[in-house]
């Protein structure tokens, strides 16, 4: 069975952490319900929700991705890049604890889980404003007796790795080759976003539907020309925030 642990908002989002985009009012009941239809989304496509206990305090809180990285085998908790963020690990932990075995990025390696894109065993960590070489050393060193290849990729002009790319299809990444060099990712088939929307590229696959911001019309067109089933979810308050549709979710075998 597959776990969507997810956080709810905080009534403090509105103070949250922002790099690349300018501060907007968020409106919270809308962002709450979004949130709500994300979860219920995720519920559809055949995951079980575990709500995490609320962080009323930590305006980024329902960032959940940010915290960890859980694979098969352990769970890595992030030591997350922004100061801000540190204190949301602690929940996490406790509640991965009862399904893996744990490791924890230690100072002053920084290390969000937004930056980590596994794709099979590989995995690309972005090399971001977040995420440093301190880290992904450790994450190297953690995953190594489980066979995984680790590979550091520099981000320029976005957040996260996971906001330039992520995977739509077993062997497709949707991409912004803008913020990212798209020669990294190998003999993958990319697929770029629309140019009119570089904010594009985070989508969430679940078995073979990917969950897809409704902002970006262009590029969805561009997924479902190439086969891809889309699900399709408001997040316009999630998104003054900085998140997209990967942030909100851990997601895992049990
Ligand atoms: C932050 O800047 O940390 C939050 N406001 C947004 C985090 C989004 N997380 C993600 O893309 N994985």
Same mark, same amino acid.
């Given at each position: 069975?597959?776990?969507?642990?997810?956080?709810?908002?905080?009534?403090?989002?509105?103070?949250?952490?922002?790099?690349?985009?300018? @501060?907007?009012?968020?409106?919270? *009941?809308?962002?709450?319900? #979004?949130?709500?239809?994300?979860?219920?989304?995720?519920?559809?496509?055949?995951? +079980?929700?575990?709500?995490?206990?609320?962080?009323?305090?930590?305006?980024?809180?329902?960032?959940?991705?940010?915290?960890?990285? /859980?694979?098969? +085998?352990?769970? $890595?908790?992030?030591?997350?890049?922004?100061?801000?963020? @540190?204190? +949301?690990?602690?929940? /996490?932990?406790?509640?991965?604890?009862?399904?893996?075995?744990? &490791?924890?990025? #230690?100072?002053?390696?920084?290390? *969000?889980?937004? *930056?980590?894109?596994?794709?099979?065993?590989?995995?690309? /960590?972005?090399?971001?404003?977040?995420?440093?070489?301190?880290?992904?050393?450790?994450?190297?060193? &953690?995953?190594?007796? %489980?066979?995984?290849?680790?590979?550091?990729?520099?981000? *320029?002009?976005?957040?996260?790795?996971?906001?330039?790319? =992520? #995977?739509?299809?077993?062997?497709?990444?949707?991409?912004?080759?803008? %913020? !990212?060099?798209?020669?990294?990712?190998?003999?993958?088939?990319?697929?770029?976003?629309?140019?009119?929307?570089? $904010?594009?590229?985070?989508?969430?696959?679940?078995?073979? =539907?990917?969950?897809?911001?409704?902002?970006?019309?262009?590029?969805?067109?561009?997924?479902?020309?190439?086969?891809?089933?889309?699900?399709?979810?408001? !997040?316009?308050?999630?998104?003054?925030?900085?998140?997209?549709?990967?942030?909100?979710?851990?997601?895992?075998?049990?």
């Amino acid at each position: 069975m597959l776990i969507a642990m997810t956080r709810g908002v905080s009534p403090d989002m509105g103070r949250c952490e922002l790099t690349h985009l300018a @501060r907007e009012v968020i409106d919270l *009941d809308l962002a709450r319900a #979004q949130h709500r239809q994300y979860e219920a989304c995720l519920a559809a496509l055949g995951c +079980e929700i575990r709500r995490l206990p609320p962080e009323p305090a930590l305006p980024d809180s329902v960032f959940v991705e940010d915290t960890a990285l /859980v694979l098969d +085998e352990l769970a $890595l908790i992030a030591r997350p890049g922004a100061a801000s963020r @540190r204190p +949301e690990t602690q929940s /996490v932990a406790e509640a991965l604890k009862p399904y893996r075995s744990l &490791a924890t990025i #230690q100072a002053p390696g920084t290390l *969000d889980g937004g *930056d980590v894109l596994r794709i099979g065993r590989a995995l690309y /960590v972005g090399l971001s404003s977040r995420s440093d070489p301190a880290g992904l050393e450790q994450l190297r060193a &953690a995953v190594a007796p %489980w066979g995984y290849t680790v590979r550091g990729v520099p981000v *320029d002009g976005c957040l996260h790795l996971k906001s330039a790319v =992520t #995977q739509v299809a077993e062997d497709t990444l949707l991409i912004n080759p803008a %913020w !990212v060099d798209s020669s990294a990712f190998g003999n993958l088939n990319l697929l770029e976003v629309d140019p009119s929307e570089p $904010l594009a590229a985070n989508a969430l696959l679940i078995d073979t =539907t990917v969950l897809f911001p409704a902002a970006y019309p262009s590029t969805r067109r561009r997924l479902e020309e190439q086969g891809i089933s889309v699900k399709v979810v408001e !997040v316009s308050e999630l998104a003054k925030a900085e998140g997209g549709v990967t942030c909100c979710s851990l997601i895992f075998n049990e």
